[in-house]
């Protein structure tokens, strides 16, 4: 391990040996099957690699506060480690796009709750009224009410497309960059398996 240094806000960045992160307590608010969960079938590129020599994502960084040092020959480090960067940007923009997904699907969920509240409100009102319809003002209230939450609805709609088009622009590249860092590093397999 590095000896940490102190910068001006207070945090202290640990550098850890490739593996090591993985023996660290985590923070109390971390659940081990929130850090170690697996992203769904389709793109998990490392299924051939174990657990345990898997790259940190950026959220385990970010959750665990220091990056581990893969280790790695020095003639081969800065391919690997480009592998391995590229890696945890393609992984980091799938999953903000998936959970960018989840959080429109509770948004949405959300604003349907509330336009099944506001018309139940007002069916719960006539009920307690004896049958008598609503008012005009109370009509026109709900009304109101319901173009509201479905402005909602659009706006949500639209953060979605700018968020995840914002997100998509990165992709290509990002998946460029971590195909070619894994072209090279697999170049480097290859040699030194016919070295030896």
């Known amino acids: 391990m590095t000896a940490p240094e102190k910068n001006f806000t207070g945090y202290v960045p640990y550098f850890y040996k490739a593996g090591h992160y993985l023996w660290q307590p985590l923070a109390k608010e971390t659940t081990l ?11 998990d590129f490392t299924s051939r690699v174990p657990a345990f020599y898997r790259p940190q994502t950026v959220e385990q960084i970010i959750l ?5 040092i893969p280790q790695a020959e020095p003639e081969t480090a ?4 480009k592998h391995r960067t590229f890696w945890q940007g393609l992984d980091d923009i799938i999953r903000q796009v998936r959970q960018r997904y989840d ?8 604003i349907e709750a509330g336009k099944c509240y506001a018309v ?3 069916w719960e009102q006539e009920a307690h009224s ?3 319809p609503a008012t005009s003002k109370e009509h026109y209230s709900l009304t109101k009410r319901l173009q509201e939450l479905y402005e909602q609805e659009r706006e949500e709609r ?7 088009s914002k997100l ?6 990002t998946a460029q960059q971590y195909l070619s860092a894994h072209r090279k590093v697999s170049i480097l397999n290859d040699q030194r398996s016919d070295l030896n």
Do not use: C, F, M, N
């Not at 959080?103 to 959300?110: D, L, P, S, T, V």
């Open 33 to 43: 099957e929130k850090l170690y969960s697996q992203p769904s079938e389709g793109y």
């Open 168 to 173: 998509r622009l990165l992709l290509p590249e």
């Open 120 to 122: 139940s409100g007002q």
């Open 64 to 68: 665990r506060g220091y990056l581990a």
């Open 103 to 110: 959080i429109y699907g509770k948004h949405i969920y959300q």
């Open 130 to 132: 004896g049958g008598v």
């Open 158 to 164: 639209v953060s979605l497309w700018q968020d995840i």
């Open 78 to 81: 800065i391919i690997t480690d």
